[in-house]
C-alpha cells in the first residue's frame, strides 16, 4: 500500500455488488467524474457479495488503475445489509456515502446529500420519479407505507440505497439482517438528525433485480415488527441531578 493510500479520506463511497458485473465499469467511470468535481478526498469500496459473474475480477483489474478503490469480498453471498456493514466497518472517511452498484442511483446526485449533511447526521435520497417496472413501483410504495406507519416514520423512500451518513453514526449501533431498511429510524433511536433530498432514477440497463414482491414486503415484515419493538422498548430517562 502506498502513503497515498494511508492517507485518511473525506469520503468513503460504500458499494455493495452481487452479479453487476457489466454495471461496474460505467459506474466507475460517472464516480469518477462526478468526484472530481468536488475537490474532495475520497475512497471506493466496493463489496463483493459472493458474485458469481466475474464482479470480483473486474473490480480487482480496475484497483490497478485506480489506487482509490479498494474491496471486500464476502465468500457467500450473505445480502445487503452485511455488505454495508463490512463497508461501514473498512471506511476510513468522516462521511460515509453508499450506493448500488446498478447504476439506478446516479453518483452526479451526491453532492446534494453532501450540501444536506452540513446541517444534519444522515441525508437519505428519495427516489420522486422511479424508472422501474410498475410492479415494484406498487411494491415498493405499499411496503414505504407500511414500514412508515409501523414505524412512525416519515421517510418517503427509506429503500433508496443513496443515502450519506456522518461517520460517527454508526460508532455504537448494531446491524442485523435486513436492517438496512432501517437505517433512518435506527439513527433517529441514536439521536441524530435525519432529512432527506430528491434524488434522480435510472431504469436498470444491464444485469437482473435482486428483489421482488416476496423479499421486499414479505421477508421485511418480521424486520418491521423488531424495529417497532425495539423503539417501543428503548430505554429513556432524564436526570435531574447526580453527584
Known amino acids: 500500500m502506498t502513503d497515498s493510500n494511508l492517507k485518511i479520506p473525506y469520503l468513503s463511497i460504500i458499494i455493495p455488488v452481487y452479479n453487476e458485473r457489466n454495471n461496474l465499469i460505467p459506474l466507475e467511470d460517472k464516480l469518477d467524474r462526478e468526484l472530481k468535481k468536488l475537490n474532495l478526498s475520497y475512497e471506493i ?36 445489509s452485511a455488505a454495508f456493514a463490512a463497508g461501514f466497518k473498512a471506511a476510513r472517511g468522516n462521511i460515509f456515502v453508499t450506493l448500488d452498484a446498478d447504476l439506478q442511483n446516479n453518483p452526479a446526485d451526491i453532492p446534494l446529500l453532501l450540501e444536506k449533511i452540513k446541517d444534519y447526521d444522515v441525508v437519505c435520497g428519495w427516489r420522486h420519479k422511479r424508472n422501474d417496472p410498475w410492479i415494484k413501483r406498487v411494491s415498493s410504495k405499499i411496503g414505504n407505507a407500511v414500514r412508515n406507519r409501523l414505524s412512525e416514520e416519515e421517510i418517503a423512500d427509506t429503500g ?17 439482517k435486513g436492517m438496512h431498511r432501517f437505517f433512518p429510524t435506527l439513527m433517529k433511536m441514536e439521536g441524530f438528525r435525519v432529512t432527506q433530498v430528491k434524488v434522480s432514477h435510472h431504469p436498470r440497463l444491464h ?32 436526570i435531574i441531578k447526580e453527584d
Open 45 to 80: 469500496i466496493f463489496i463483493d457479495d459472493g458474485s458469481n459473474d466475474g464482479s470480483l475480477h473486474l473490480i480487482e483489474s480496475m484497483q490497478k488503475h485506480n489506487p482509490l478503490i479498494r474491496f471486500i469480498q464476502f465468500g457467500h453471498n450473505h445480502g445487503q
Open 160 to 176: 433508496c440505497s443513496l443515502k450519506a451518513f456522518r461517520r460517527e453514526c454508526f460508532d455504537n449501533v448494531k446491524l442485523f
Open 207 to 238: 444485469g437482473e433485480s435482486k428483489y421482488n414482491i416476496r423479499n421486499r414486503l414479505f421477508s421485511s415484515f418480521h424486520d418491521l415488527l423488531a424495529i417497532r419493538w425495539m423503539k417501543k422498548r428503548k430505554i429513556n430517562y432524564d
